[in-house]
């Protein structure tokens, strides 16, 4: 089993910056592919970035140039700072994570979710 624990969410203006973290703990071999997904009142769950374990990344359209995920292997924690918010960007962010256990299963995790809400 693996949590996931986020942190860094809140309220910031348009135009400000936030800095979100998730870290995983719990049994498991090794954490693959890390990613943030948003999700809007009444939308749809979204993707947001994900980063490989390799540090490889890939953003969403509107995460582009305003966005940075990273993560620290030896800390199995990944990140996501957020610049140049916007109010559009106002939803509960969502951490995930696919991690192997001991017996060689590949297994996909969710965190809690973080509120991030812009006001313009």
């Known amino acids: 089993q693996v949590q996931l624990v986020e942190s860094g969410g809140g309220l910031v203006q348009a135009g400000g910056s936030l800095g979100l973290s998730c870290a995983a703990s719990g049994s498991f071999l090794t954490i693959n592919a890390m990613a943030w997904y948003r999700q809007a009142p009444g939308k749809q769950r979204e993707l947001v970035a994900t980063?490989?374990?390799?540090?490889?990344?890939n953003y969403a359209d509107s995460a582009k140039g305003r966005f940075t995920i990273s993560r620290d292997n030896a800390k199995n924690t990944v990140y996501l700072q957020m610049n140049s918010l916007k109010p559009e960007d106002t939803a509960v962010y969502y951490c995930?994570?696919?991690?192997?256990?001991?017996?060689?299963?590949?297994?996909?995790?969710w965190g809690q979710g973080t509120q991030v809400t812009v006001s313009s």
């Open positions: 980063i490989t374990s390799g540090g490889s990344t």
């Open positions: 995930n994570t696919e991690a192997v256990n001991r017996w060689g299963a590949r297994l996909n995790y």
